[in-house]
């Protein structure tokens, strides 16, 4: 269990684990792939049609951009933020 499940966890009034349980840290993490460059050498093109000025923030097939680095980060921190106010009552 790792921060979605505490995070799911907070409407149960109590949470049980044994010594065969998984359990990790609080925190908010995004992780990917950049595959620009195999793309390419595959002789890869990539197509993507989208409505909407956010809807490709981070896709693994372009370019990394600076701006959505940070708005993955401060989306993140936000995040953590709401999980922290909302846990701390049933800690």
Known sequence: ?????????????????????????????????????????G???RRAYSAGENKMKLDPFSPEKEEDVVWLKKSKRKSMKVLKILSKPAR
């Open 43 to 45: 002789g890869c093109e």
């Open 1 to 41: 269990m790792a921060s979605g499940g505490y995070w799911l966890g907070l409407c149960a009034d109590e949470i049980y684990v044994n010594q065969n349980s998984v359990v990790g840290s609080i925190g908010v993490v995004s992780a990917g792939f950049g595959f620009t460059a195999f793309a390419g050498k």
